[in-house]
């Protein structure tokens, strides 16, 4: 095994710790905007690592043997990437909004500055 395979492994056991962490997020924390912090928090560091496996054999395959099918695959899992760091917070978010403008409270919240921002409450 090359120093190459050791990275790709070392990347895919990250990604799938990051990915179990979110699985446990899911299970164990009180309500529905500490479950989803934690789900989106992990499943992206968990994908970025994928990603980065997926990049790093791909340019040493494109390095080792000069066929461009490596580098397309390179380039498509780095685009996928981009799209998923942009629709991942964004949906996430708007799975928040909606649950707080349905009324689901947070657990344990001091302070919700979003409810007095929508009440007009300004100091």
Do not use: W
């Not at 791909?58 to 490596?70: E, F, I, R, V």
């Amino acid at each position: 095994m090359n120093y190459v395979a050791a990275l790709v492994y070392v990347f895919l056991g990250i990604s799938v710790t990051f990915n179990l962490l979110g699985s446990f997020a899911l299970m164990r924390f009180p309500d529905v905007y500490t479950r989803l912090h934690g789900a989106t928090k992990c499943t992206t560091f968990g994908t970025i690592f994928a990603v980065f496996a997926v990049v790093t054999h791909a340019l040493y395959q494109l390095h080792k043997t000069g066929d461009s099918k490596y580098l397309q695959m390179a380039l498509h899992s780095f685009i996928a990437l981009i799209a998923l760091l942009l629709t991942n917070p964004t949906g996430a978010h708007a799975i928040a909004k909606a649950a707080h403008l349905s009324g689901v409270k947070p657990v344990r919240a001091v302070v919700d500055a979003y409810e007095e921002k929508l009440r007009g409450d300004s100091e």
